[in-house]
C-alpha cells in the first residue's frame, strides 16, 4: 500500500494505491490520524488504483467520519473502482460517506 | 489445479490467501465484482481467525481449501485457535460505529452479506468454517 498527498488550496489530496487489507490499513490509520490533516479544509481521496479494500480498510475509514465531521472537514472519494465500491455499498456506507465519479465532481462537491 | 493452502498465522499472509483464491477463480470466468466479493470474504474469515482466534502466533496454521460442487464453490478454511461464538454475534450498527470511532466489527456482516451460506463447525480442537456461494 502507497500513501501519498498532495497540498493544494486548502485541500489534502490523498492518492491509495495498492491494496488495503488487515496489514495494510495500519499505514492509512497513521496517515489520518496525523494531527496535521485537521488543519484543512477538505480531504479528497483519490481511489483509482485502491484495487483491493476489506473490512480492517473501510474500519480505519469509518473510525475516522465523525472526528472529520466534528472539525467540518469534508471528505470525499473519487475515482473508485466498481468493485471497491461495492464493497461500501454492501454495508451501506456509500449513503453514509462522499464518493463522487472524478476529480471534478470532488473539487465542485468541496467548494459548495 | 493446486485446491488447498496452508500458512501461518500472520497478518502478511493474507496476500497470499487472496492471490490463490482469485487464481482459483480465474478459471471460472466471474464477474470483476463477484471475483472481488468472494476473495473478500475468505479474506475476512482468514484474517479473523489469523488476528483473533490464533493472536497472529506465526508458529500457528490455517488451511484453506476451495472447491466447485456442481454451480457453487465452497471454501473450507481451518484452524486449531479459539472457536468462533455465532451465538454472541450482533450484526453492526454502522451508524454507531461511525459515532464511537469504532475501526472493527464489520467483517462478518460482510461475509454474511456475500456469501449464500457460512457455517462454523468446532470439533474438538478444530475449528472449520464453511463458505457457500452459487456462481452460476
Known sequence: MKITQEIKDNTVIMTLDGELDASSSVILDEELSDPEIMKYAKVLVNCQDLNYISSAGLGVFISHLQRFEDAQIKLIFYNMQDKVRNVFEILGLDLLMTIVSDYEEARTIANE | MNNSIRVSCTKKNLKLIRDFVTEYLKALALTDILMNQ???AVDEICANLIIHAN???PNKYLTLKVQTVKDQVKFEIADQGRA??????????IQEHIKMGKKGGVGIALVN????????????TQNTCLLY???K
Open chain 2, 38 to 40: 468472494i476473495v473478500l
Open chain 2, 55 to 57: 493472536h497472529e502466533d
Open chain 2, 84 to 93: 468462533f461464538e455465532r451465538n454472541n454475534y450482533k450484526e453492526p450498527n
Open chain 2, 113 to 124: 452479506r456475500i456469501m449464500d451460506k457460512v457455517e462454523f463447525i468446532t470439533d474438538g
Open chain 2, 133 to 135: 456461494k452459487k456462481i
